[in-house]
């Protein structure tokens, strides 16, 4: 069965500095995996997806993630965190046209 | 371009009455579509999607219903209200084949009093 475990509830970096926020997937075939972001009250908005393509995926605002099958793994990274990028991020995993989510991870970015 | 609307954005309204929130999404055909609850603090609740015009699957029982009377509206209901209906209702869609990433819109904040 599939699902997304996400490593941390809550991150916070400094602006500036990088950030990763861990995702490991579980599924029984080759999935297709996205990352969403959420900022308060508001809907969520697609960063990038992973659809067996190419294993380093670029997503929208300087995002990108890497799928590493060996370790079941979509991490998301970014080399410097901006103060808008304050939000709540979902890993996702699509199962049969519908998608399992993450609990999210709380991103936040200290001046 | 796709846009997908929903209205209400903001709700307040008491037990026991009745709910329409109302989502369109436009310049796409036949898509699949999607309503989530988000609970406060909590991840999403997929409660409804349907593939197709009448075409309605309920993913978890409940006080709330669902339908699709044109190709691209998806309404959401209920006769009565309670107060664990409080959430944040998002509604999504999604092309009718993979790799399926869901696109949704902005949401309506309902609190049940």
């Known amino acids: 069965a599939q699902s997304v475990t996400q490593l941390d509830s809550h991150v916070s970096v400094s602006e500036g500095t990088p950030v990763l926020l861990r995702c490991n997937y579980s599924?029984?075939?080759?999935?297709?995996l996205f990352w969403y972001v959420q900022h308060p009250n508001k809907g969520l908005q697609l960063l990038l997806k992973?659809?067996?393509?190419?294993?380093l995926v670029k997503g929208i605002n300087g995002f990108e993630a890497e799928f590493k099958k060996s370790e079941t793994s979509f991490h998301l990274t970014k080399p410097s965190a901006h103060m808008s990028d304050a939000a709540e991020y979902f890993c996702?995993?699509?199962?049969?046209?519908?998608?399992?989510f993450g609990q999210g991870t709380e991103l936040s970015v200290k001046p | 371009s796709q846009t997908i609307h929903q209205w209400p954005a903001t709700l307040v309204q008491p037990v026991g009455s009745p709910l329409s929130l109302e989502c369109t999404v436009e310049?796409?055909?036949?898509?699949?579509l999607y309503w989530y609850r988000q609970a406060a603090g909590r991840g999403l609740q997929l409660l409804f999607y349907?593939?197709?015009?009448?075409?309605i699957s309920s993913e978890v029982p409940q006080n709330l219903s669902a339908s699709r009377p044109q190709d691209r509206q998806f309404i959401l209901s209920s006769k009565k209200l309670l107060l664990s209906d409080s959430g944040f209702y998002l509604c999504?869609?999604?092309?009718?084949?993979?790799?399926?990433?869901?696109?949704f819109g902005p949401g309506t904040r309902l609190t049940v009093t």
């Open positions: 999504a869609w999604s092309e009718e084949t993979g790799p399926y990433e869901q696109y």
């Open positions: 599924s029984s075939y080759s999935p297709s």
């Open positions: 992973y659809t067996s393509a190419a294993t």
């Open positions: 996702v995993v699509s199962k049969g046209g519908k998608l399992i």
């Open positions: 310049g796409t055909s036949n898509p699949n």
């Open positions: 349907s593939v197709g015009i009448g075409q």
